[in-house]
């Protein structure tokens, strides 16, 4: 512009005038793009922003919402079922809230788990294709987590950075599409873990101009479980929404004739599943994408991270069984649907079970789809009895600034202070051949009383690797009981030290929780009575190390 006005004063006074009407045009035009882009610009600038998180009593629930997040929410019109912020329904608005829970996946198995609103897989999310949504994502646990969502949208929304700290929230817009069965879960490092720890979900689009046939609708999400190694390949648990086998003694149901529909998706890190119906060859969308042409299947392979959106019909009424080919349904990926009769033929081997919830008068073939999610959360959500861990926003905020701010206690003079108000200038001095590592740790500091003893233990770089000839260094060490052991995490990879062992789980004693790589610390105080005690990593349960407490 300013060299369009420069050579206008080279010129004369006829260019002159052209140029105050050009001027004047472009002005206009500037002015109305911004004015059409300043909604754009805001919403974009609204994903970026990280804040506060508000406080969560997690015990009260939103009626009608199957979520288990505090009724302080339905202020902000925050859904998780994304039915419309605004009368007119152009914006869905969700809340999804991570969460630490303990809940069961099998008969008498309680696990730890992290979730997205307390449950494994989290809620179902359901749009129509070119919805507007808008999630707001909050973390209430003590590591860093995100909300990655698969379909199409920018990167400021693509959940990967940046990590939500703990007790802040972030706001995720995109616009829902393609039609099809994707997914949501969290993408934080290392991200298999993550995924494996429960922090995933279904999101199912809609089409917009066309409609699919009338069926009888269930979400089939594919999850694994590791009580002793997170990481490895293959998993001791293979889990259908989050629960082993809990379709054999609740079955599916649908009346004899209607179609069956099936959003299948496969959330493990491992191996592929090869989903399976039988007595019946189905129609199967590729990869879950309604903009492929379904084919035939008697088998369908979907891999980690993929889907698909299988239709069925059975020719005679009977109990049939679904599951994936393989190692997974013995471990868990086993389920039953229960064809009926729909004159309830009592000759018939599959008699409802359920309530009228489940069928009722109404059938898929009456000209509309039934959706059976909300039975199946409920399901869900009765099998595994999630017990929330209910940090709080100090608890929260202390982890966060821990989590962002320690790094290794690499003797800054900072750090030096702090040692030394702990009686110890020497935390980061290496012994690798003695059992400790501490200074002045029993000297009487002239009130008669001792100084505290302070122990750093490191975390070695490549310890997730399961042929590393050592994880925790010193692997063993001595300390007087009421001591402080400090834990540096050098290894790329999230670690834990708990007391007790991979065959026999936690013993109580302590524990360190979740450590961040690349040189987070985290401490615990041993009080202890005198003794050998091992301990491990909760996360790579090959990782092991051992203490002996003295008086």
């Given at each position: 512009m300013s060299g369009f006005v420069s050579d206008n004063q080279k010129g004369n006074s006829g260019w002159g005038k052209i140029t105050v009407v050009v001027l004047a045009g472009m002005l206009l035009i500037t002015t109305l793009i911004i004015g059409i882009s300043l909604p754009l610009s805001k919403n974009s600038e609204l994903a970026r922003t990280t804040e506060a998180a508000t406080p969560i009593p997690i015990s009260t629930k939103i009626e009608g919402s199957g979520d288990n997040i505090s009724a302080a929410y339905a202020k902000d019109d925050f859904e998780v079922s994304g039915r419309p912020s605004s009368p007119d329904g152009t914006i869905k608005e969700v809340t999804l809230v991570a969460q630490e829970a303990e809940l069961e996946i099998a008969p008498g198995k309680v696990v730890k788990t992290w979730t997205f609103n307390g449950t494994v897989p989290g809620p179902v999310l359901r749009f129509t294709e070119g919805d507007n949504v808008r999630i707001k994502f909050i973390n209430k646990t003590p590591i860093p987590h995100t909300l990655h969502l698969h379909g199409n949208h920018d990167d400021v929304n693509d959940g990967v950075l940046p990590q939500v700290m703990p007790n802040q929230s972030y706001i995720y817009n995109i616009t829902a599409g393609p039609a099809g069965a994707l997914m949501y879960h969290c993408h934080a490092n290392p991200?298999?873990?993550?995924?494996?720890?429960?922090?995933?979900?279904?999101?199912?689009?809609?089409?917009?101009?066309?409609?699919?046939?009338?069926?009888?609708e269930f979400v089939v999400v594919m999850g694994e479980y590791d009580t002793k190694d997170m990481?490895?390949?293959?998993?001791?648990?293979?889990?259908?929404?989050?629960?082993?086998?809990?379709?054999?003694?609740?079955?599916?149901?649908?009346?004899?004739?209607?179609?069956?529909?099936?959003?299948?998706?496969?959330?493990?890190?491992?191996?592929?599943?090869?989903?399976?119906l039988h007595s019946t060859i189905f129609k199967a969308y590729p990869s879950g994408l309604l903009s492929n042409q379904p084919i035939d299947a008697q088998t369908i392979a979907v891999g980690p991270g993929d889907a698909t959106i299988v239709e069925a019909k059975w020719k005679y009424p009977g109990a049939y069984l679904f599951?994936?080919?393989?190692?997974?349904?013995?471990?868990?990926?086993?389920?039953?649907?229960?064809?009926?009769?729909?004159?309830?033929?009592?000759?018939?081997?599959?008699?409802?079970?359920?309530?009228?919830?489940?069928?009722?008068?109404?059938?898929?073939?009456?000209?509309?789809?039934?959706?059976?999610f909300d039975w199946q959360y409920e399901l869900?959500?009765?099998?595994?009895?999630?017990?929330?861990?209910?940090?709080?926003?100090?608890?929260?905020?202390?982890?966060?600034?821990?989590?962002?701010?320690?790094?290794?206690?690499?003797?800054?003079?900072?750090?030096?202070?702090?040692?030394?108000?702990?009686?110890?200038?020497?935390?980061?001095?290496?012994?690798?051949?003695?059992?400790?590592?501490q200074n002045n740790n029993n000297n009487d500091n002239g009130n008669g009383n001792a100084t505290k003893q302070i122990v750093s233990i490191s975390i070695v770089n490549g310890a997730s690797n399961p042929n590393s000839e050592q994880s925790y260094e010193p692997a063993v060490v001595t300390v007087k009981s009421g001591?402080?052991?400090?834990?540096?995490?050098?290894?790329?990879?999230?670690?834990?030290?708990?007391?007790?062992?991979?065959?026999s789980g936690p013993s109580g004693i302590f524990d360190t929780g979740v450590i961040q790589g690349s040189g987070k610390v985290a401490e615990a105080t041993i009080n202890a009575k005198p003794g050998s005690y091992g301990y491990y990593c909760s996360l790579h349960p090959y990782m092991k190390g051992q203490l002996t407490v003295t008086e």
């Open positions: 991200t298999s873990l993550h995924i494996r720890m429960g922090m995933y979900g279904a999101m199912i689009i809609d089409p917009k101009d066309k409609p699919m046939k009338p069926a009888r990481m490895k390949l293959d998993a001791e648990y293979y889990l259908i929404n989050g629960y082993a086998d809990q379709y054999m003694k609740n079955p599916l149901e649908a009346v004899n004739g209607e179609l069956v529909r099936m959003y299948v998706i496969n959330i493990g890190a491992g191996i592929p599943s090869q989903f399976h599951h994936s080919h393989g190692i997974q349904e013995e471990r868990g990926n086993m389920g039953e649907i229960h064809i009926l009769d729909n004159n309830n033929n009592q000759n018939s081997s599959a008699q409802p079970t359920a309530s009228s919830y489940i069928l009722n008068n109404t059938t898929a073939t009456a000209g509309k789809s039934i959706s059976m869900q959500k009765k099998l595994q009895k999630p017990k929330i861990v209910d940090y709080t926003d100090a608890e929260l905020e202390g982890k966060g600034i821990a989590a962002a701010n320690m790094s290794a206690m690499h003797m800054s003079n900072e750090e030096e202070a702090t040692a030394a108000d702990h009686g110890n200038t020497g935390l980061n001095a290496s012994n690798n051949n003695s059992t400790t590592n001591s402080t052991i400090v834990w540096t995490n050098n290894d790329s990879m999230m670690h834990t030290a708990t007391s007790g062992s991979s065959e």
